[in-house]
């Protein structure tokens, strides 16, 4: 549940990046600061998202009625 909160705090943070970043005329200094937040959240988020993706079962059932059960790559 911890993980849940942090990437949403994560995306969270990104969005406001991403909308200071197009309405608004920033200093280049700034822009590069948020530019390089904006680039180490997307890395956490994608670790996090890779994370849950090894979580994942894909379950299929066959015609003569097994279940067959496979982590997502």
């Known amino acids: 549940m911890e993980e849940k909160k942090e990437f949403e705090k994560w ?13 608004e005329n920033l200093p280049i200094s700034e822009s ?5 937040e ?4 997307v890395l956490k988020c994608m670790q996090e998202l890779d994370k ?6 894909k379950i299929e059932q066959q015609l003569d009625g ?8």
């Open 38 to 41: 904006g680039a180490g959240l």
């Open 52 to 57: 849950v993706k090894g979580k994942i079962v």
């Open 11 to 23: 995306e969270g943070r990104l969005n406001e990046i991403a909308e200071k970043m197009e309405n």
């Open 32 to 36: 590069e600061k948020l530019y390089e």
């Open 66 to 73: 097994t279940i067959n059960e496979k982590k997502l790559q």
